[in-house]
C-alpha cells in the first residue's frame, strides 16, 4: 500500500529518509490534501530507473519483431560460425 505523508512531516528528515529505506517504494507528499511530490531511496530510483530501461528495450525489440526486423537465431549463429571459424 502505497505511503502518503503531508508535506509538514518533511521536517522529521531522519525519519522520512529511514521510511524511504524501509518501504522500498515511492512515498507521496500530499500538499493541501492534493498530490504534491514524490520521495524515495537512491536504491528504489535506480531500481525504478534499471526496470523502466529494460521495458524500453523491450519495447523497441517487439517493435522489431512487428516490422520483421528479425533474423532466425539458428542461421544467425551458423553464419557467424562460419566467419568466424568456430
Given at each position: 500500500m502505497p505511503q502518503?505523508?503531508?508535506?509538514?512531516d518533511l521536517k522529521n528528515t531522519s525519519?522520512?529518509?529511514a521510511l524511504c529505506r524501509s518501504v522500498e517504494e515511492p512515498i507521496f507528499i500530499t500538499k493541501n490534501g492534493y498530490g504534491d511530490m514524490?520521495?524515495?531511496?537512491m536504491d528504489t530510483y535506480e531500481k525504478n530507473m534499471l526496470l523502466?530501461?529494460?521495458f524500453a528495450k523491450l519495447d523497441v525489440a517487439e517493435r522489431d519483431i512487428a516490422e520483421g526486423k528479425t533474423k532466425d537465431a539458428r542461421e544467425s549463429l551458423h553464419m557467424?560460425?562460419?566467419r568466424y571459424g568456430v
Open positions: 502518503i505523508i503531508p508535506i509538514k525519519e522520512i529518509s514524490v520521495i524515495m531511496s523502466h530501461d529494460v557467424l560460425r562460419q
